[in-house]
Each structure stands twice: as C-alpha cells, then as structure tokens.
C-alpha cells in the first residue's frame, strides 16, 4: 500500500477541462518549431554544415514549382481523405486500422473495371462502374469486422488490423494473375493508348490532379456536415460515449456500429477510386502507400475535426515530401529522412498529449521550492 501511494505521488496525469484556443496554439506552435529544429539537427548529425541546407531542399522539393506544389496538394488530399474515413469509426469508438487494406481493396474494385470493363463501354459510365466497384469492395471489406463486433464483440483493432494483410495478399494474387507479360509482378497502366476509364485530365499548372483534389474537398465537407450537424453523426457519438446509454435512449448499437463503418469504408472506396482512376491507372500491393497507418495520427492529432485533419495532413506530407527531397540531395540515405519524419511524428503526437492532459510531479514541486528556500535563506544571512 506504502509503494502504490509512493508511486502515485512520484507523478499524476490529469486531464485538462479547461483549455483556452491560446493555450492550444502556442502548444502545438511551440512543438511544430521544436519539431522542425530537431530534424534539422539530425541532418547536420548525419552531414555536418547541412542545417540550413537541409531546410532549403525540404522547400524545393514541396514549393519549387506550380506542378510540384499540385502534386504536394494531391498527397495531402489523400492523407486527408483516409483520416475522414477513420473519422467516424474512431468517434464512435471503434478502432478501425484497416484503412490501408479498405483503400487497397477499393483500388482492386476500381482497377478491375479499369481491366475489364472499361475497354468495352463510354469513359463516362466506365468512371461509373469503377466507382460502384471500389466503393462497394471497400464497404464490404470494412463491413465484416463491424458485423462480428456488432454480434460476436469481436476486438475491432486486431480483426482490421488482420484484413490489412489479406487484402495485400489478394491484390498480390491478382497481379500475379494479370501481370504485364515479360514483366513478373507487376500490370503497366491500364488503356494508356485509349485512356479509357481514366478520369478526364484539366492541365492546370501542368497537372492532372484537380477533379481529383475537388473530389476529395468534396468528400471531405460532406463527412465534417455529417459528422457534425446529422442525426446520424449524433448516433455514432452517444453510441461512443456509452453503449448502454445509447441502448437507453433507444439507438440500436449494432445498426449504429456496421452503418458507420460501412461509411468509412465507403470514403476508403473513393480513396481507391482516385489512386486507380485518377492516379496510377494500375494496381500495385503498394498503392496506398501506408496512408493507413499514418491517418491515425492525423485523425487523432486533429481530435476528428475536418480542418484540424487537413492542417496536419499537410504538416506531415511536407515533412515527408521534403524530407525525401532533402535526403537525395544531401550525401547521407534515405534512412536519415525517414529518422527524421518519424521524429517530427512522435512530437506531434507529444503535443496533443501535453494539449488534453496536464502533468503533475510533486516530489520536483517540491524540490524547486526547497531550492527557493534556500536561495531566500542564503540571502538573508548575507544581508546580516
């Protein structure tokens, strides 16, 4: 009994119920700063006198030109769009990491009628097809680990994190299958001569991303109004805060459960449709590129807020993008640039910490006053 109250009072963690917008920004101001210092002094680390350089190619290679910064925008839609999906699964509580396989599997949907489909029919009702596809093999990929939560209270974070591996494994299958002859584990770009299924391209500032990116702002918006101002929206929340509450205020958890993750697969659905119709016009097992898994750190840094999602959606695309730039121009690997983004990671996710909870450490409390006693004390026998 004597250890426990010893350990309990060596630190206490608290959370905060009365944090000002002030207080929010200048901490995760503060950490960002800190965040973007420490980086940089890894790259000096790693190539001495590259600090300032460092930032320099971090900026050239997300800022230089129109078409770069698209193609940067293009990947922060992405990252947003995934964190939107995870959205209302983690609201409601449930711990979905299955995005990356939902997207992988809404991309086969889309690519199989890129394939089969889209050859024989209008590009138009092509677009069609291959969206009905993706969303529909993503939604029911999301949808079986709802329905054994719903009925079995199965756990949702090791059953989702299961179907990543096994959507890879059939996208593989399907490549081995399909594959390019004479190039083994891999399909070249669907209908290049024809561009049949591909969504149609606007050259602006020498880039074919902008329905893309207005598709994702679209998506994006419907999510937040829905999360926010629905009754749905409200559903998914009570059912959140407590299941028995919501069985007593008459919401039917188990409808309120696979609906909303259906929806999440849903937005992964269209995440695989762009990547397919709007980007690659292939599959590869790697297509979504591990955005997944790195929308859980938007979706939770932004606390499920569509603007706070986007505002680090771009933080961490740009760490990423320019860290990359930055590694292939300065004489150290790829390694060290992915030290660094897994570093401005952790901070990011320090500061949201240090945002909800405060930390209490008495014994150092009291240590500091025991200083201050002293100081006092000393100051005193020098005035005698």
């Not at 320099?56 to 770069?68: A, C, D, V």
């Not at 299958?173 to 209908?191: A, C, M």
């Not at 205020?249 to 929806?263: A, D, E, H, S």
Request: charged share 10%.
């Amino acid at each position: 009994m004597a250890d426990k109250v010893a350990r309990e009072k060596f630190i206490r963690i608290s959370r905060r119920t009365d944090v000002k917008l002030w207080q929010r920004i200048v901490i995760i101001g503060a950490s960002i700063l800190f965040a973007f210092l420490l980086i940089g002094l890894i790259s000096n680390i790693a190539a001495p006198g590259s600090f300032l350089r460092f930032y320099e190619y971090m900026f050239k290679g997300t800022f230089s030109t129109p078409r770069i910064f698209m193609t940067l925008l293009w990947n922060v839609g992405l990252m947003l769009l995934v964190a939107v999906a995870l959205a209302p699964a983690f609201k409601m509580r449930f711990w979905n990491i299955g995005a990356e396989g939902q997207c992988l599997m809404g991309a086969l949907g889309a690519v199989i009628g890129l394939y089969f489909i889209a050859p024989h029919v209008p590009t138009f009702l092509a677009l069609i097809i291959e969206f009905l596809l993706a969303i529909l093999f993503a939604a029911v990929w999301a949808a079986i680990p709802a329905i054994f939560k719903a009925f079995l209270n199965t756990n949702e974070t090791l059953f989702t994190l299961m179907m990543n591996y096994m959507a890879t494994g059939i996208v593989a299958s399907f490549i081995i299958f399909n594959q390019t002859p004479g190039r083994s584990g891999t399909i070249d770009p669907l209908n290049s001569a024809t561009k049949a299924g591909w969504m149609p391209q606007i050259q602006f500032f020498h880039n074919s991303y902008v329905y893309n990116i207005i598709i994702i702002a679209l998506v994006a918006v419907v999510i937040w109004g829905y999360l926010r101002f629905s009754k749905h929206g409200y559903e998914l929340s009570v059912v959140g805060g407590s299941q028995n509450t919501a069985r007593y205020v008459g919401i039917n958890v188990k409808k309120v459960i696979i609906r909303t993750i259906v929806l999440s697969g849903v937005v992964c659905g269209v995440v695989g449709f762009l990547l397919v119709a709007g980007g690659s016009h292939t599959i590869s097992a790697s297509i979504v590129s591990g955005r997944g898994f790195t929308a859980i750190l938007v979706c939770w840094a932004g606390n499920f807020n569509v603007p706070m999602m986007l505002f680090y959606s771009f933080l961490i695309t740009f760490v990423s993008s320019g860290s990359s730039t930055a590694s292939s121009a300065l004489p150290y690997s790829d390694a060290i640039s992915e030290v660094a983004t897994a570093v401005f990671f952790i901070i990011i996710i320090a500061s949201t910490f240090f945002v909800n909870f405060n930390v209490h450490i008495p014994w150092l409390k009291k240590l500091i006053d025991k200083i201050k006693d002293l100081f006092k004390k000393k100051e005193k026998e020098a005035a005698q």
